[in-house]
C-alpha cells in the first residue's frame, strides 16, 4: 500500500547523509574511532528533535538514542530500529558527490569523475530487476556510503511518518544510530538499560524482500612466530627469521578451498587479513568464519596445526597462538523468539512482497545486539555494490523498506 501518499523523505536525507564523511578506523583504540562521525550524529539528533521526538540525544560514545512514543495504550514489546553512520575504511568517503539517475533505462552508468568506473547490470544483475526506479550512486572518486546511510534515512523516514501519522497505532520504538560497525565495534559500547528495547531489527541488508535471520559466527586468530636475532654477518648457525617462517606457513594456506575466494554458500573459511614483522617476532592475524559455531574451533585447530608444522621446519622458531571471540550466529538466538522473523516476514507480505529469507555471509549490530538481550534480524535498504566505487541504492527500494517498518510497527501492536 502507498503510505497515505506520503511524500517520502528518504532520498532527500541520504543524500544529504552521503556527503558528511563518516569513516571508520580500525586502528584508532578510541570510541567512537574518528570523531568525524559525530558529525553527522549531531545532524540526526537535530533532525529528530525538529520532526517532534523530544528525547534524541548523541552519547559520548557516539551513540545516538531517541523515542518514537507509543500510539496505544495496549502492552506491545518496544521494538528498537538500528542502522550505523559509518562508512567502511575500504574505500574513500571523503567528498561523496552523490548522483540521482532518474528512471534508470537499464544501461551502464559512467560515474562522471572517472570513467573507467562503471555500475553495470552485467556486474549488477540486481540492477536489471530495478528498472525504471531512481537509481542514486557516487561520481567515481569514492564509496556512496548506502551502507549503511540507506538504513539511516528509513528509519529517519520512518520516524517523519509516524509522528505525523498517530493514527498508526504501535508501540513505543526505540532508534538506535551506532558507530564503527565496520570495523567490529559497532555496539561495544552501547548502553542496554537506556536502550531499553525488547526486540530489534538493523536496517543494514540489501536487495528488496531480503530477510536475513542468520548471520556468520566469528572470531579473529592471531599467528606469532618468535625467531632468533643475530648479526646478519655472522648469523651462520644462530639466526632464525620468523618472517621467512611467517612467509612459509601464508604459503601453506589452501588457495582452492577454506577461503573467501572459494567459499560460498553456508561454507566457512579462514582468511589472513595482515602479517607484519621483523626478524624476531612476526605477526599473521586472521578472520575465521562458519555459520555453525562449533566449527570456528574445528578450523582454529586446523589453522594452528599448520602454524606448528611450519614452525618445526624452521628450528629454534617457536609459535604463539591466540583466538578472541568476534559475534555469534544470530539465528542461535532468534530461533528461541519465532514471532521476531515471522513477525517481519509479515510486514513484508503487507507490502507486498514474498520475504527471501537469507543467511549473511558476514555481520551486522545484529549478530551483537542479539547476544546482548535484543534479539535482531536484518531488513533489505536496498543498499548494493558496498564498499566500492560502484556502490548504488534504489530511492524505490528505501521507500519500500519504510513501507515495512510501518506495517512491522502495527504487526507488533496488533499481536
Known amino acids: 500500500m502507498a503510505l497515505n501518499n506520503y511524500n517520502h523523505t528518504a532520498a532527500e536525507r541520504f543524500m544529504r547523509y552521503v556527503q558528511v564523511d563518516t569513516q571508520s578506523d580500525p586502528t584508532s583504540p578510541s570510541q567512537p574511532s574518528t570523531e568525524k562521525q559525530k558529525d553527522l550524529s549531531r545532524i540526526l539528533v537535530k533532525e529528530l528533535l525538529e520532526i517532534g521526538i523530544k528525547d534524541a540525544e ?24 538500528c542502522a550505523h553512520v559509518d562508512t567502511a575504511p575500504d ?39 530495478r528498472i525504471g526506479d531512481d537509481i542514486i550512486t557516487a561520481s567515481g572518486l569514492t564509496l556512496l556510503g548506502a551502507d549503511d546511510k540507506a538504513g539511516v534515512a528509513i528509519i529517519m523516514d520512518l520516524a517523519t511518518y509516524l509522528i505525523n501519522h498517530p493514527e498508526v497505532k504501535h508501540g513505543k520504538i526505540r532508534i538506535l544510530f551506532t558507530p564503527d560497525e565496520e570495523v567490529g565495534r559497532g555496539v561495544a559500547a552501547v548502553d542496554m538499560k537506556k536502550l531499553a528495547a525488547d526486540f530489534g531489527y538493523t536496517l543494514d541488508g540489501g536487495e528488496r524482500a531480503h530477510l536475513e535471520g542468520e548471520s556468520f559466527s566469528a ?53 589472513p587479513v595482515s602479517i607484519s614483522g621483523e626478524l624476531e617476532k612476526a605477526v599473521v592475524q586472521f578472520i575465521v568464519r562458519d555459520f555453525d559455531t562449533q566449527k570456528l574451533a574445528e ?34 538466538i532468534l530461533d528461541q523468539h519465532p514471532q521476531v522473523m515471522a513477525n517481519a516476514a509479515e510486514a513484508y507480505a503487507r507490502a507486498g512482497m514474498t520475504p527471501n529469507v537469507q543467511s549473511i555471509r558476514g555481520g551486522t549490530d545484529g549478530s551483537r545486539l542479539s547476544f546482548m538481550g535484543l534479539p535482531c534480524p536484518n531488513l533489505f535498504t536496498g543498499e548494493m ?12 527500494d528505501m521507500e519500500k523498506a519504510t513501507e515495512v517498518l510501518v506495517h512491522l510497527a502495527q504487526i507488533w501492536a496488533e499481536k
Open 58 to 81: 548523541l552519547d559520548e560514545h557516539g551513540y545516538v538514542y531517541a523515542t518514537i512514543p507509543a500510539t496505544t495504550d495496549k502492552d506491545v514489546p518496544v521494538l528498537c530500529f
Open 91 to 129: 574505500c574513500s568517503g571523503e567528498g561523496v558527490k552523490p548522483i540521482l539517475h532518474k528512471n534508470y533505462n537499464g544501461s551502464d552508468i559512467i560515474l562522471p569523475d572517472d570513467n573507467t568506473i562503471v555500475v553495470s547490470t552485467k556486474d549488477h544483475p540486481y540492477l536489471k530487476e
Open 219 to 271: 572470531d579473529a586468530a592471531k599467528v606469532i612466530f618468535h625467531g632468533v636475532s643475530a648479526h646478519p654477518g655472522y648469523a651462520k648457525g644462530k639466526m632464525v627469521s620468523a618472517i621467512k617462517a611467517a612467509g612459509a606457513f601464508v604459503s601453506r594456506l589452501p588457495a582452492n578451498e577454506w577461503c573467501p575466494e572459494a567459499t560460498e554458500g553456508h561454507q566457512g573459511f579462514v582468511h
Open 299 to 332: 578450523h582454529e585447530a586446523r589453522l594452528k596445526g599448520i602454524a606448528e608444522k611450519t614452525a618445526a621446519d624452521f628450528p629454534g622458531v617457536t609459535i604463539d597462538f591466540e583466538v578472541k571471540e568476534q559475534y555469534r550466529n544470530m539465528k542461535e
Open 385 to 396: 555494490g558496498i564498499h566500492s566505487k560502484q556502490e548504488y541504492v534504489s530511492v524505490q
